[in-house]
């Protein structure tokens, strides 16, 4: 069966610094899509990241880079540049093959950014 | 923008109570979902729609129902309340494809007392 896994609770990183949130997947579909989202402390979440299985290059969005490693079955997150408001809860997401949207989420990391 | 919109950011209710969660989406997306979550458990779908009047289990429909009689609008209905369905409820929609992420709602946090 498919499954996300965060194994890191939480996490701390200093101002301007990187950081790396682990998440690795398991899944037998050879087509899938990995997502991170941010919640901050309001609750809403909030699209960061994609990164689709045939993608050959890993995805980046400004400070957001998804380091993709598919034999590895990994794709953390790494932020650079830490930002006090970078401050909250970031979730692993993995769309299920190509026949259906659903999205199975892990666990989730709490990033705490300190000055 | 996108926007979804939960109709409260936070309910008490009682035990044994009907209680109906509403969501609404402005981009005319084909997919809603409902999830619930709970510290450590992350994420959890309970049900989703591809469609006005089509809907699906996710992976914890037991005491849930839910209603899409229009595009927009997305109900999660909670039966009979009971305390273990004190959580954060989120809406979320997209585009229906394989590529679209999904965009959440607020988020309601209910309390059943």
């Known amino acids: 069966a498919q499954k996300i896994t965060q194994t890191q609770p939480g996490m701390f990183v200093q101002e301007k610094e990187a950081v790396t949130l682990d998440c690795t997947y398991d899944?037998?579909?050879?087509?899938?899509?990995l997502f991170w989202y941010k919640q901050p402390s309001s609750g809403e979440m909030i699209f960061l990241i994609y990164?689709?299985?045939?993608?050959?290059q890993n995805a980046t969005e400004g400070r957001y880079s998804l380091n993709f490693q598919k034999a590895r079955k990994s794709a953390n997150l790494v932020i650079s540049a830490s930002q006090l408001g970078d401050s909250a809860m970031y979730f692993c997401?993995?769309?299920?093959?190509?026949?259906?949207?659903?999205?199975?989420f892990g666990t989730g990391t709490r990033l705490q950014v300190f000055p | 923008d996108v926007k979804v919109t939960q109709s409260s950011r936070y309910l008490v209710k009682r035990t044994g109570e009907k209680v109906f969660l509403e969501c609404v989406q402005d981009?005319?997306?084909?997919?809603m979902f409902w999830y619930r979550q709970d510290p450590g458990l992350g994420l959890r779908l309970i049900y989703f729609?591809?469609?006005?009047?089509?809907?699906e289990k996710g992976d914890i429909p037991e005491g849930y129902s839910v209603s899409r009689e229009k595009k927009e609008r997305f109900s999660l209905i909670l039966e009979s309340a009971s305390t273990n369905q004190t959580s954060m409820y989120l809406c979320?929609?997209?585009?229906?494809?394989?590529?679209?992420?999904?965009?959440f709602g607020p988020g309601t946090r209910l309390t059943v007392t």
């Open positions: 997401a993995m769309r299920e093959g190509r026949l259906t949207d659903k999205l199975i």
């Open positions: 899944t037998s579909d050879q087509s899938y899509g």
């Open positions: 990164q689709g299985s045939y993608d050959e």
């Open positions: 981009m005319d997306h084909e997919n």
């Open positions: 979320a929609s997209s585009e229906g494809g394989y590529f679209y992420e999904q965009y």
């Open positions: 729609s591809y469609d006005v009047k089509m809907k």
